[in-house]
């Protein structure tokens, strides 16, 4: 359904990217899914960020040994969410050869925040929750139907990701 990186970048540039990102220009204008989502959440613009567009990006594909460059990235762009602020059911793209890189940025995260990405297999009838673990990120065809949990009201920060567009040429 989705593969799972670990430990992408050590801790200080991880700490550094955060602080970038966190302190970046947020607007609340974000939707899961414009058709038929009212829950605005936050979005940041990254397209024109070098450190995330080229740097952090070629280090992601080393991590999914994307050595031939088979991954063309059309956008980036960080998503936050606080308590409240819950995604809807939604598909990134509906064409096949598109696929979704989802980096995980908080600091730190416990289970009790909640704040998984959560996917539907329509034909199984069953859901695959993909925790939120700092520091890592999931691979996944675009055309699956996820959602992006909010924060439980036991975290008072915001949900971070950043999330890689890429079209497989």
Known sequence: MYNRYYNILDQEIHKQLYERVFNGKWNLTNVSDPRLDKTNFWYQDLNDDKLITVNLFNLLKQKINDNNDSFKLLRVY????????????????????????????????????????????????????????????????????????????????????????????
């Open 78 to 169: 960080a998503n936050g969410q606080t308590h409240g602020q819950c995604g809807s059911w939604h598909t990134d793209q509906d064409d096949s050869g598109h696929y979704t890189l989802l980096y995980y940025l908080n600091l730190e995260w416990d289970m009790e925040w909640g704040g998984s990405t959560v996917f539907k297999n329509e034909q199984q009838g069953t859901y695959d929750n993909a925790f939120f673990i700092p520091n890592s990120a999931i691979l996944f065809d675009s055309t699956l139907e996820h959602v992006g949990l909010e924060p439980t009201s036991k975290f008072n920060g915001l949900r971070m990701t950043i999330a890689y567009k890429l079209k497989r040429v």
